[in-house]
């Protein structure tokens, strides 16, 4: 009932956001509005999965995706890219192309991580987040330094394509996008149940005859996948998943996936397109909706993580 009534409301504030306050010819003002439509379902669903998955093979809900260096290595890539052609490349190259070539090269990185530390004697889920972290920050202080040798001109072009930008998504790709997130939704769906049986623990899951590193490795690519293809496409959100699979938790009052994360992705939905109602209808205000949302999450991170007593 309670995911029921959540998607009553997301469809009532996607619903809001595509149909009123239209002003002029209707095709102009759907042309806008429907691309921002696909990329919030996309942005939710994505990091809604992605987190709760995350949160299942590590055990630790505190954590998010993005501390495994996804972000940083997607701002590395933009920012070596104008760096080194200038800030016109962000422009020049075809969309399509370019968040093809991101989102393989995110998941590559992943995979050789995965790799690296899972076939190891001394590999574990917390080398892994260690070493994620490490990874990332490097990525951070490379980009950093890059960035302060930029032009100002280049720069500001840079600096548009860091945010989160669900306004401003090429709507031949949704298409790809939509493909990939129902991939990734059927793998999780018909693995629901082993994904329950992870959070029980290792010794549990091996107990009751889960291939308990098999299964985690899974999980683990889906994760990479969802959040680089959502990265690529949308921009980095930090906290956005984070957010939205917390409040899923409070909201369900259980641990299984099959209500967890179509909460997640609803509370995802209202959050974005109700968001963006208020912001272009109600207050007119211009500007990124994604980055309140990190900033609320932000405070939301800290308020959580200094109210637990241990990780």
Request: aromatic share 12%; glycine share 8%.
């Amino acid at each position: 009932m309670r995911v029921g009534i959540a998607w009553a409301v997301a469809l009532a504030a996607l619903a809001a956001y595509l149909f009123a306050f239209v002003v002029g010819p209707l095709e102009f003002a759907f042309s806008l509005r429907f691309p921002t439509a696909g990329a919030i379902l996309v942005a939710a669903f994505a990091q809604a999965l992605a987190t709760v998955l995350f949160h299942t093979v590590t055990d630790n809900r505190i954590l998010t995706p993005s501390i495994m260096g996804f972000d940083s290595l997607f701002v590395l890539i933009q920012t070596v890219l104008v760096t080194v052609f200038g800030g016109m490349i962000l422009t020049d190259l075809d969309g399509t192309a370019m968040l093809l070539a991101q989102t393989a090269t995110m998941i590559a990185f992943a995979l050789v991580l995965y790799r690296w530390l899972f076939s190891g004697t001394f590999g574990s889920m917390h080398v892994l987040l260690l070493v994620g972290v490490v990874i990332g920050m490097a990525f951070r202080s490379i980009s950093t330094f890059l960035e302060r040798l930029l032009h100002p001109t280049d720069y500001d072009l840079l600096s548009v394509e860091l945010f989160g930008r669900i306004t401003d998504v090429d709507p031949a790709q949704l298409p790809l996008a939509f493909a990939v997130c129902a991939l990734a939704g059927g793998v999780a769906w018909n693995r629901r149940h082993t994904l329950d049986a992870l959070i029980l623990g290792r010794d549990t899951a091996l107990g009751i005859g889960v291939e308990h590193r098999r299964e985690m490795t899974l999980a683990l690519i889906l994760v990479a996948v969802l959040i680089s293809f959502s990265t690529a496409l949308i921009g980095p959100l930090t906290f956005f998943g984070f957010v939205i699979a917390t409040l899923a938790y409070q909201l369900t009052g259980t641990y299984r996936h099959v209500a967890v994360v179509p909460m997640a992705t609803a509370l995802g939905v209202i959050a974005l397109a109700g968001g963006q109602f208020l912001l272009q209808h109600v207050f007119y205000a211009a500007g990124f909706l994604t980055t309140i949302i990190e900033f609320v999450g932000g405070i939301c991170f800290l308020f959580l993580l200094l109210r637990r007593r241990s990780l």
